[in-house]
């Protein structure tokens, strides 16, 4: 397998842009997550994912960031409008559904993408 | 709710030892660490689910104290292939995510 793919690698836009990010989870993996890495705060989850519905949102900084996940392959970051603040590296990774809920622990390991470096000036 | 890490960087030779804490305010059902090079996404070193087990991975090794909240990892006779970023992992209140502590960052010189 190829592995959590994620586009674009680098991003440089202006203020005010919009920008949107992509990922593409292992196939046959049933949950995805968004987190975003800063030197101040490390990595931070934003939003994920179970079964395409969005489970927790409650990471997304602002209303001005958005994800989606249409299909069980693809999914979307967008922040609309940018600003310098947002400049981070994103980061999707994906993980098979063998978590244990009634127990209320994780055994799975989370495979990340290579990310995507932000920058907004 | 974020897991605390200490400390914050670690210098070491080759050969020398280093032990990275873990620590969290809620109960703790597994603890995960993953390490980070330089440009690199993170990846998984290993799982320690309650029970206090002690897991491996190479010459680096862990242990999980529950009743502590507590994470420890264990870099034993450290290779410059141990430099990067260590961060650990907790459930989040729901038990299906995970929140990372900020990192320890671990430089290994020849």
């Known amino acids: 397998d190829a592995g959590v793919i994620q586009s674009p690698r680098h991003e440089v836009t202006e203020m005010g842009q919009e920008v949107t990010l992509r990922c593409k989870p292992i196939s046959g993996h049933n949950s995805l997550f968004w987190y975003r890495q800063t030197m101040m705060r490390g990595l931070e989850l934003l939003i994920y994912f179970n079964n395409n519905v969005p489970i927790d949102d409650s990471g997304m900084p602002e209303d001005r960031f958005s994800a989606k996940m249409p299909n069980a392959s693809f999914s979307t970051l967008k922040i609309q409008p940018s600003e310098p603040r947002d400049s981070a590296v994103y980061f999707c990774?994906?993980?098979?559904?063998?978590?244990?809920?009634?127990?209320?622990?994780?055994?799975?390991?989370?495979?990340f993408g290579q990310g995507t470096r932000l920058t907004v000036v | 709710q974020q897991p605390v890490q200490s400390p914050q960087a670690v210098i070491l030779r080759e050969g020398e030892d280093a032990v990275i804490n873990c620590s969290s305010s809620?109960?703790?059902?597994?603890v995960h660490w993953y390490r980070q090079k330089h440009g690199e996404a993170p990846v998984f070193l290993m799982i320690?689910?309650?029970?206090?087990e002690q897991k491996g991975h190479e010459k680096i090794s862990a242990s999980f104290n529950e009743k502590k909240q507590q994470s420890s990892l264990y870099l034993t006779a450290s290779q410059l292939s141990y430099s990067g970023t260590y961060f650990c992992g907790t459930e989040d209140q729901a038990g299906t995510a995970l929140i990372f502590g900020k990192g320890t960052t671990l430089s290994v010189s020849s």
């Open positions: 809620k109960a703790l059902y597994s």
């Open positions: 320690l689910l309650k029970g206090g």
């Open positions: 990774a994906s993980t098979p559904d063998r978590w244990d809920p009634t127990s209320r622990y994780m055994n799975t390991e989370a495979f």
